[in-house]
T-cell receptor, first 113, second 110 residues
Framework: DAMVIQNPRYQVTQFGKPVTLSCSQT?????MYWYQQKSSQAPKLLFH???????NEADTPDNFQSRRPNTSFCFLDIRSPGLGDAAMYLC????????????FGPGTRLTVL | EDQVTQSPEALRLQEGESSSLNCSYT??????LFWYRQDPGKGPEFLFT???AGEEKEKERLKATLTKKESFLHITAPKPEDSATYLC???????????FGKGITLSVRP
């Protein structure tokens, strides 16, 4: 089945220790998104890619970076995680022109000790 | 700036007790309103897209409706497996991204 896969599902890191979250998709969608979702909060868009074109949200901290080496994969790098970065990180994909039909992965729950 | 407000924050129902979830929105030129279901520890699952006032969509026990200011997700005779958080999102003409509400956590007791 075509899907969005996130690894790992659970990630524990230490304060200040860099961490990378992974997302892959078999849908062949050209748009990929990274969201941060804290408990009982709305998903917050961090950035997205139209193919290789990177679009950063104005309020996304510099601590968050992303890479998309090819259509199928996208990575979220947190350079120096703080306690406030503990959250669920969601990856989603869509087709250009149809951003409403976003397909989400299961998420990665990040814990910062 | 697009805004979405969902109410109530949490809703507890008895199995079979029908109810409605509200999503109020402010958007410059609505391109679409979307409902998602999110189970604990999982990503949102797409349910419905509504494009214009008066439109309705149905899926099993769920029915979504849309006016110019709000959308309702009606749940008829809910079952415990309907327990989840329901997210509403809008897409406006001035934006290329979805604006989500905080969600409504629904619990259905057997």
């Amino acid at each position: 089945d075509a899907m969005v896969i996130q690894n790992p599902r659970y990630q524990v890191t230490q304060f200040g220790k860099p961490v990378t979250l992974s997302c892959s998709q078999t849908l062949n969608h050209n748009v990929m998104y990274w969201y941060q979702q804290k408990s009982s909060q709305a998903p917050k868009l961090l950035f997205h890619y139209y193919d290789k074109d990177f679009n950063n949200e104005a309020d996304t901290p510099d601590n968050f970076q992303s890479r998309r080496p090819n259509t199928s994969f996208c990575f979220l790098d947190i350079r120096s995680p703080g306690l406030g970065d503990a959250a669920m990180y969601l990856c989603a994909t869509s087709v250009v022109g149809r951003p409403n039909e976003q397909f989400f992965g299961p998420g990665t729950r990040l814990t910062v000790l | 700036e697009d805004q979405v407000t969902q109410s109530p924050e949490a809703l507890r129902l008895q199995e079979g007790e029908s109810s409605s979830l509200n999503c109020s929105y402010t958007v410059s030129g609505l391109r679409g309103l979307f409902w998602y279901r999110q189970d604990p520890g999982k990503g949102p699952e797409f349910l419905f897209t509504l494009y214009s006032a008066g439109e309705e969509k149905e899926k099993e026990r769920l029915k979504a409706t849309l006016t110019k200011k709000e959308s309702f997700l009606h749940i008829t005779a809910p079952k415990p497996e309907d327990s989840a958080t329901y997210l509403c999102a809008v897409l406006g003409e001035a934006n290329s991204k979805l604006t989500f509400g905080k969600g409504i956590t629904l619990s259905v007791r057997p």
